[in-house]
């Protein structure tokens, strides 16, 4: 049995990720939207900054970069933790609120011309695993992928605790989640820290995470 392509691969993960975000949030009832989310973010920024994992597909499926200056998802995250502090975290912050602004009167309408279009935009290249333009620079979309499925799965969990919907993620999702937390760590110097955690010998210090 042949292996798929890292492609294909991933692009099966993501859609999976984003059918369990997307029949989720049909269980959300609108009136709900005003309650606390993440943060600062109620519900629907919330909702909004994690279908920007399929708005950013669409979006920047449509760029080609002259090089890879992200050579995994791992170097994605550490690329832009270097960046994600101060003026950039209020900019992130704010997206989420004009995103979850963007889903108007019928949210999963919304959501679901998001998913369409980042399907089509993913369609379009036909096999090509091109080299596109993202926020760490030049990646391959097979690179890139996995930290939209990962943004999905991470963001799906914050919106099932603060709604208590119940959520079980997608197998190979979650299984890519986890992998990723794990390469993310080794990138930003916290191997040994997570291991220990996971390993029940330590917990994390307060406030640690693995990506920005």
Request: aromatic share 4%; hydrophobic share 45%.
């Amino acid at each position: 049995m042949s292996t798929p392509a890292p492609l294909d691969s991933a692009r099966s993960t993501y859609a999976e990720a984003a059918t369990a975000f997307l029949d989720l949030v049909e269980q959300v009832p609108l009136e709900r939207y005003a309650e606390p989310g993440l943060g600062a973010w109620d519900l629907r920024a919330l909702i909004g900054h994690t279908a920007r994992s399929l708005v950013t597909v669409s979006t920047y499926l449509q760029t080609r970069a002259e090089q890879v200056d992200a050579a995994d998802a791992a170097s994605y995250f550490a690329a832009v933790s270097r960046i994600a502090h101060g003026s950039a975290r209020d900019a992130i912050h704010q997206r989420g609120i004009e995103a979850g602004v963007a889903l108007g009167e019928d949210p999963m309408a919304a959501l679901r011309l998001a998913r369409d279009e980042a399907e089509l935009a993913l369609d379009m290249l036909e096999g090509e695993d091109a080299v596109v333009e993202t926020a760490a620079g030049g990646m391959r979309v097979s690179d890139y992928l996995p930290t939209r499925t990962f943004e999905l799965v991470v963001h799906s969990l914050d919106i099932a605790q603060a709604t208590g919907v119940e959520l079980t993620p997608p197998a190979e999702a979650l299984a890519d989640t986890l992998a990723l937390a794990s390469a993310s760590a080794l990138r930003l110097g916290l191997g040994v820290d997570v291991l220990l955690a996971l390993t029940g010998r330590r917990p994390l210090a307060p406030g640690t995470s693995v990506v920005p």
